[in-house]
C-alpha cells in the first residue's frame, strides 16, 4: 500500500572540526518526509536504495516467503512489477541504483554458479556485468555518463570497492582495509563507500575524482559509519551506528558538517540516495523488524 505523508523533522547537526578547518555556525537543516512506501502486496518489507533526478527510486523488497525482488518506484508513486534478473536462480534480485535515463543497476544470485552477478536493465534488456569470472560482483551505483561503483569478492577475496569509468574497472584500494564497498557515484565521478579496518569497524570513504582517498569519514561518537550516497553538490548520505547499536540516518555536507535524523518511531534509520535536489531515498525499520521505504527532502532555513 502507498502512503503519502508530510513531516518535518529538526535534526541533530554536529559540526566537526577537522585540524585547521574552522566550521562557523549556520542554520539547523530540517528533514521533510515527502512519502513513505512499501512495495504493494501482504507482508513485504521494502528497502529504497538509489534516487535519480525524476525521483525515480530503486529498491527491493522481501516477501512473506522470504523470495527477494526488485523494483523501480517512479516520481509520481507507481511501482514497476517485480523486477527479476534472467540469471536469477536463487530468488534474489536487488535493483541498488538509477541514473537519471532510467538505467538500473543491481545484483543477482545463481544457485548453481554459487555466486552472485552484477546487471545493467534498460530499455527492459537486461546485460549481466561482472568483475571477473570467478568472483562475485554487485553493481550499486551509476551516474548520467553510465560509469558505475560496486563490489566484487569471494571466499577467498575479501569484499573490494571498485569504479568503471569508460569500460575500464578501478580497483579502489584503501590502505590497511580488511574489505571494502562501493556504494555511490555522482557525474563528477567522485565515490563514496565504506570499508571495514583491521578490527572490522566500519568507516566511511571518499575518493575523488582524480583518484585521491579520503578516509576514514566517520560520525563523531559513532562505532559504524556508512556512506551511500553522494549528489553533484555538497552532499553524502548513509548511516552511523551508536554505542548503544541504534542505527540513524546521516547526512554529511562537505566538507565537515555531520547530520543525524531518525524516521519517527524506528528502530532502525538509513540514508541510501541523495539527488541534485536534495531529495533523499531510504528506508526505515519498524519495531516488528519490517523495512519500509521514504522519500525525503533535505530544508536549509535561511539564516538568522
Do not use: W
Request: hydrophobic residues 40%.
Amino acid at each position: 500500500m502507498f502512503k503519502s505523508r508530510t513531516l518535518l523533522i529538526c535534526v541533530l547537526t554536529v559540526f566537526f572540526v577537522l585540524p585547521s578547518v574552522i566550521t562557523f555556525a549556520q542554520a539547523q537543516p530540517i528533514i521533510q518526509i515527502l512519502a513513505t512506501f512499501d512495495y504493494p502486496g501482504t507482508g513485504n518489507s521494502t528497502t529504497a536504495f538509489g534516487i535519480n533526478e525524476h525521483d525515480d527510486i530503486a529498491g527491493n523488497y522481501v516477501d512473506s516467503a522470504g523470495v527477494t525482488r526488485g523494483f523501480v518506484r517512479a516520481g509520481n508513486g507507481t511501482f514497476s512489477p517485480p523486477i527479476v534478473a534472467p540469471g536469477d536462480t536463487g530468488n534474489f534480485t536487488r535493483c541498488l541504483g538509477i541514473n537519471t535515463p532510467g538505467t538500473v543497476v543491481g545484483d543477482f544470485f545463481n544457485v548453481a554458479e554459487n555466486r552472485f552477478h552484477g546487471y545493467f536493465l534498460s530499455g527492459g534488456a537486461f546485460r549481466q556485468f561482472d568483475v571477473g569470472p570467478t568472483v562475485s560482483t554487485s553493481l550499486v551505483g551509476i551516474n548520467l555518463a553510465g560509469n558505475f561503483v560496486g563490489t566484487f569478492g569471494s571466499i577467498a577475496q575479501p569484499n573490494q570497492a571498485f569504479i568503471n569509468i569508460s569500460g575500464s574497472t578501478i580497483v579502489i584500494a584503501i590502505p590497511g582495509a580488511h574489505d571494502s564497498n562501493g556504494d555511490g557515484i555522482n557525474a563528477q565521478n567522485e565515490v563514496v563507500g565504506s570499508y571495514s579496518d583491521s578490527g572490522l569497524v566500519l568507516h566511511g570513504f571518499f575518493r575523488t575524482a582524480a583518484g585521491a582517498l579520503k578516509f576514514p569519514i566517520d560520525f563523531p561518537g559513532s562505532t559504524a559509519t556508512a556512506l551511500n550516497g553522494i549528489n553533484n553538490g555538497d552532499a553524502i548520505v548513509g548511516n552511523h551506528t551508536d554505542s548503544t547499536g541504534g542505527v540513524h540516518g546521516l547526512l554529511l555536507h562537505k566538507p565537515n558538517t555531520f547530520v543525524s535524523f531518525d524516521y519517527p518511531g524506528a528502530v532502525a534509520t538509513s540514508f541510501n540516495g541523495i539527488n541534485n535536489a536534495g531529495h533523499i531515498s531510504g528506508r526505515y525499520t519498524d519495531g516488528a523488524g519490517v523495512r519500509h521505504g521514504f522519500l525525503a527532502a533535505v530544508i536549509t532555513p535561511p539564516a538568522d
